[in-house]
């Protein structure tokens, strides 16, 4: 039987893992915090930028779930999909498999963030006072992401990786932990989602998911990255 015990002696130290991921994702991170302040900034000083912004609020608002749930998956899935598509076409398997992955799992995860923001809204208030906006960020942060939507991200697209076969998934497991393929993936989200969900309270709860999945669509390729190493 092959053995797939690990070599811990070649596992890289918690320090090397933070640097890594630091220097992986601080340039990307730096362009999608920046592309989302540019929009805030935009909102609050230029009027007629404001007004279109709030017709898309108010389509977010009247579509329900809808709104959520199609545009996430278009940002979140759908996009980045074909980008990576036509990257790896020649040695991608089953893509009609990864687009459904895709599209369904930022469909749900659409719905799942909206909630989360509006559950937020209604408990800390729906302002930009800094001190709202704390809250926020912390329950984001130190709440939702480590305990929920990091380690369902981490298993659903390794998942993927394992060509949505639970047998090879379990021997990835093998190899390397489930704790640190989380740390891992966690510290990849802390460096570009700490500052941008930041810059995404600073808006009206009917823009922030908008704003999110201008910010998701680069993410998801980020996160394929580190998800295939």
Known sequence: ???FTVDRRKQPSMTSMMKQSFRENFRPGLLLQSIALAIVLMYYLWPSFQIQLQLLGRLKTESGVLFPAISTSLFGGLFPFVVIWSSR???????????????????????????????????YGNSNHWLVV????????????????????????????????????????REDSFFRRILRVLLSNLVVWLPAVTIIYQLPLELQLPLFNIVLAFWTLILNSVSQK
């Open 134 to 173: 704390l809250k926020k960020v912390l329950t984001d942060q130190l709440v939702y992401c480590p305990l929920w939507a990091v380690p369902t991200m981490m298993l659903f697209y390794l998942w993927k990786d394992s060509n949505f076969r639970f047998s090879v998934m379990k021997e990835k497991f």
């Open 1 to 3: 039987m092959e053995d």
């Open 89 to 123: 076409k020649d040695t991608m398997k089953s893509p009609w498999r990864h687009l459904l992955f895709y599209v369904l799992f930022w469909f749900w995860k659409g719905i799942e963030v909206d909630f989360m923001y509006q559950g937020q809204a209604w408990l």
